[in-house]
């Protein structure tokens, strides 16, 4: 069993930065995929960024590429987002998941677990 536990969240002017974390329990921490979804007001939930337990591995959405990384410290089983260049259109509800098969996955089905959410904030 793993619980996530996110933060990081907030409000932030449009060209600004955030950093989410994403915090793990379990042992099996390092072995897992991990990834950030994000869901916005009457819409669904969407892939944002994934990475293999490695690290050396990540995929993007396409509209966050170039603006967003994802990293993760096994020591610390801890997952981050880095966000800069941040646009009104990025304001969501951020989760973070995690899945047994150490494969990058855009799919939501694919996860395993997931944490209760953080709020982005992104004013114009």
């Known amino acids: 069993q793993v619980q996530l536990v996110e933060s990081g969240g907030g409000l932030v002017q449009a060209g600004g930065s955030l950093r989410l974390s994403c915090a793990a329990s379990?042992?099996?921490?390092?072995?897992?995929?991990m990834g950030w979804f994000r869901q916005a007001p009457g819409k669904e939930r969407e892939f944002v960024a994934a990475?293999?337990?490695?690290?050396?591995?990540?995929l993007y959405e396409d509209s966050v590429k170039g603006r967003f990384t994802i990293s993760r410290d096994n020591a610390k089983n801890t997952v981050f987002l880095q966000m800069n260049g941040l646009k009104p259109e990025d304001t969501a509800v951020y989760y973070c998941?995690?899945?047994?098969?150490?494969?990058?996955?855009?799919?939501?089905?694919?996860?395993?677990?997931w944490g209760q959410g953080t709020q982005v904030t992104v004013s114009s």
């Open positions: 998941a995690a899945r047994k098969t150490n494969i990058i996955s855009t799919m939501r089905s694919a996860y395993d677990y």
């Open positions: 990475i293999i337990w490695s690290g050396r591995s990540t």
């Open positions: 379990g042992r099996t921490f390092s072995s897992y995929g």
